[in-house]
């Protein structure tokens, strides 16, 4: 079966491991660990140095909770985006988090990921 063509409760069962290595390894600003799920298009444009920047001017991104959760995913062409409620250990509220993930080969890969 296609990663496309799977329930949101399959691809959120995919998606959750994806994100909490994002969220860990943003947290302790781990470049590798950040990138080992991004896909080759991602990793174009995360290079090291651009996320070094982003780490150290954005509190948020380095005091993500663990406490996050999918509440649900939107399909477009080639890719899905697996929404989550999103706190931060030192930010009072809620954020939203954006995952996008597609299949590279035959890999689910991630195509992109934001913190609103």
């Known amino acids: 079966m296609s990663f496309l063509d799977k329930s949101d ?3 959120i069962k995919i998606a959750d491991p ?3 290595n994002l969220l860990r390894s943003s947290n302790i600003k781990d470049y590798g660990s950040f990138t ?3 896909s080759s298009q991602m990793l174009y444009g ?5 996320l070094g920047k982003q780490w150290s001017s954005n509190e948020l ?3 993500l909770s663990d406490d996050s959760k999918a509440f649900g995913c ?6 899905v985006t697996v929404l989550y409620k999103q706190k931060s250990t030192k930010i009072p509220g809620e954020f939203l988090g ?8 035959d890999q689910v890969k991630v ?3 934001t913190i609103f």
């Open 61 to 63: 991104i380095s005091t």
């Open 98 to 105: 954006r995952l996008v993930l597609g299949e590279e080969g």
């Open 74 to 79: 939107l399909r477009r062409g080639l890719y």
């Open 18 to 20: 994806i994100w909490q």
């Open 46 to 50: 995360a290079n090291e140095v651009e």
């Open 111 to 113: 195509f992109g990921a």
């Open 9 to 11: 409760e399959e691809i």
């Open 36 to 38: 080992k799920d991004l």
